[in-house]
């Protein structure tokens, strides 16, 4: 079945580094891929995304990586700061009504 | 302006009880979904509407029923309230049919708790 993974439940970070959030998925035919940021008490809230017609996007201190061929994607955060603290959400679809949502990384920023 | 909303915020009750929760949207879509939060932040959708029409009805018990009075809002109402039902429910909406045309915005969620 279709299925999107994290592989880090929990990243700590030092404020002023980078963050590297991934995320591995399993559907072949997913074609969309986004990020959520979820802020604690709040809904999730969409960050980047990509098409699998490219293998990097940029936003601003935010870059999106896939790999179709390991079906493995990326969130890089530059200059990690404490507003960045929160939960960050993988997401794919392909030609459906639906995301499928990963399950999670919490990202801890230390001052 | 909120451009998603729900009510209640914090919704505390009783097994066995009905409850209903609310969601509203400004932003002209004709798309709106429920989704279901548990305690580890595993997110799944539940149920879509599209323009009043049901377009996704995941496996979810048929305690939970969407109505879609127009296209700006989407209630979710919960039969016999159990205690697994307790989590975070949040509304989202989108211009699209399809997911990924569009962006998913997302309300500020519902926090259940059934005791």
């Known amino acids: 079945g279709e299925s999107v993974g994290l592989h880090l439940p929990t990243l700590s970070v030092q404020e002023g580094d980078n963050s590297i959030i991934n995320c591995a998925y399993s559907?072949?035919?997913?074609?969309?891929f986004i990020w959520y940021k979820q802020e604690s008490g709040k809904g999730p809230q969409f960050i980047i995304d990509?098409?699998?017609?490219?293998d990097k996007r940029q936003g601003q201190r935010v870059t999106v990586l896939l790999n179709k061929t390991v079906k493995h994607l990326s969130l890089q955060i530059a200059a990690t700061q404490p507003g960045d603290s929160a939960v960050y959400f993988c997401a794919e679809t392909g030609s459906s009504y639906k995301l499928i949502f990963g399950s999670g990384t919490r990202l801890l920023v230390r001052p | 302006d909120t451009a998603v909303s729900q009510t209640p915020k914090y919704l505390v009750t009783q097994m066995g009880n009905d409850k209903s929760i609310k969601c509203e949207q400004n932003?002209?879509?004709?798309?709106m979904y429920w989704y279901k939060q548990d305690s580890k932040k595993f997110l799944k959708i539940m149920f879509s509407y599209n323009n009043k029409e049901l377009i996704i009805n995941e496996t979810v018990p048929n305690r939970f029923s969407p109505k879609s009075p127009d296209k700006a809002h989407l209630n979710l109402h919960i039969n016999s309230l159990e205690l697994g039902d307790s989590a975070v429910y949040f509304c989202?909406?989108?211009?699209?049919?399809?997911?990924?045309?569009?962006?998913?915005?997302f309300g500020p969620g519902t926090r259940l708790l059934v005791l």
């Open positions: 989202a909406s989108t211009g699209a049919l399809l997911a990924g045309t569009e962006t998913q915005y």
């Open positions: 990509i098409r699998s017609n490219m």
């Open positions: 932003l002209g879509h004709d798309t």
């Open positions: 559907n072949s035919a997913s074609d969309y």
